[in-house]
């Protein structure tokens, strides 16, 4: 069985930075893209930054130059640097990735539990 275990969230003061991790275990062929989201109560959940296998990424526009997206294969952990973090970047952070389990099947989506992210003063 495949998860997805994100780490790293908190509470933190306007300004400041966050790093947060997102390990993927279990039986695997291979990792496909990999991303993280995030939502607030009664909001969509929304994507903030995503990652290639190849290492491409893309980011939201309201995160571009403050938030960096990485990926270690070897570790099948994806993490998200977070830094001048603003009150608006309140949320539960969403951890997902495309995961063949087999050579031969399609790929799925997995989704991390979540973790509650806070920025306030």
């Known amino acids: 069985q495949v998860q997805l275990v994100e780490s790293g969230g908190g509470l933190v003061q306007p300004g400041g930075s966050l790093r947060l991790s997102c390990a993927a275990s279990?039986?695997?062929?291979?990792?496909?893209?990999m991303g993280w989201y995030r939502q607030v109560p009664g909001k969509q959940r929304d994507l903030v930054a995503g990652?290639?296998?190849?290492?491409?990424?893309n980011y939201a526009d309201s995160v571009k130059g403050r938030f960096t997206i990485s990926r270690d294969n070897a570790k099948n952990t994806v993490y998200l640097q977070m830094n001048s973090l603003k009150p608006d970047d309140t949320a539960v952070y969403y951890c997902?990735?495309?995961?063949?389990?087999?050579?031969?099947?399609?790929?799925?989506?997995?989704w991390g539990q979540g973790t509650q992210v806070t920025v306030s003063s």
């Open positions: 997902n990735a495309l995961i063949r389990r087999e050579l031969l099947s399609r790929e799925y989506d997995y």
């Open positions: 279990g039986s695997m062929y291979s990792i496909g893209a």
């Open positions: 990652i290639t296998s190849g290492g491409s990424t």
